[in-house]
T-cell receptor, first 112, second 114 residues
Framework: AQSVTQLGSHVSVSEGALVLLRCNYS??????LFWYVQYPNQGLQLLLK??????LVKGINGFEAEFKKSETSFHLTKPSAHMSDAAEYFC??????????FGKGTTLSVSS | NAGVTQTPKFQVLKTGQSMTLQCAQD?????MSWYRQDPGMGLRLIHY???????DQGEVPNGYNVSRSTTEDFPLRLLSAAPSQTSVYFC?????????????FGPGTRLTVL
């Protein structure tokens, strides 16, 4: 079965600093990978997705992620954090074309 | 285009009560699913449907029933609520069951079982 592991349940950065949220996947077939963001008391919103077209994927709000097959990773980055980026971030993999399987999430805190 | 809608937004139940969480989408999506979100657990799949009349169990189906009589609606039923079902519930849909399709989420229902 496919799965994802998010390393670090809580990440804290200063405003303007690099954001790096880690996600590793486990899959016996080429995966389709997603990053979602959840702002407080809201639903989930898609940030970006990897569908094998390009290994570097650009998303909304300045986020991007790079698919690295050799490392089975799909880490999310943003060069410069804003206060508005404070949220919970979820990595997910699409399993067998039916279920989207989520990691446990990483809460990003941004301090001024 | 309202997207995925869920009602109610909040609900408090007593142990043993039953209720139905409503979910509807107006995007003509074939695939719909229900998740529950608990602190530190991420989102866990309860049930899903790949089309009208077809449903299947996810990771945590016990205590929940679903049906899919129309493309638009996918209600989640709690037959006899338990405190362990206190959670935030999200409904989601996507165009098809394809791996690359984007999944859209509703705003959630916060359920407390006393």
């Amino acid at each position: 079965a496919q799965s994802v592991t998010q390393l670090g349940s809580h990440v804290s950065v200063s405003e303007g600093a690099l954001v790096l949220l880690r996600c590793n996947y486990s899959s016996s077939v080429p995966p389709y990978l997603f990053w979602y963001v959840q702002y407080p008391n809201q639903g989930l919103q898609l940030l970006l997705k990897y569908t094998s077209a390009a290994t570097l994927v650009k998303g909304i709000n300045g986020f991007e992620a790079e698919f690295k097959k050799s490392e089975t990773s799909f880490h999310l980055t943003k060069p410069s954090a804003h206060m508005s980026d404070a949220a919970e971030y979820f990595c997910a993999v699409n399993q067998a074309g039916t279920a989207l399987i989520f990691g446990k999430g990483t809460t990003l805190s941004v301090s001024s | 285009n309202a997207g995925v809608t869920q009602t109610p937004k909040f609900q408090v139940l007593k142990t043993g009560q039953s209720m139905t969480l409503q979910c509807a989408q107006d995007m003509n999506h074939e695939y719909m699913s229900w998740y529950r979100q608990d602190p530190g657990m991420g989102l866990r799949l309860i049930h899903y449907s790949v089309g009208a009349g077809i449903t299947d169990q996810g990771e945590v189906p016990n205590g929940y029933n679903v049906s899919r009589s129309t493309t638009e609606d996918f209600p989640l039923r709690l037959l006899s609520a338990a405190p362990s079902q206190t959670s935030v519930y999200f409904c989601a849909s996507r165009p098809r069951a394809g791996e690359a399709d984007t999944q859209y989420f509703g705003p959630g229902t916060r359920l407390t079982v006393l």
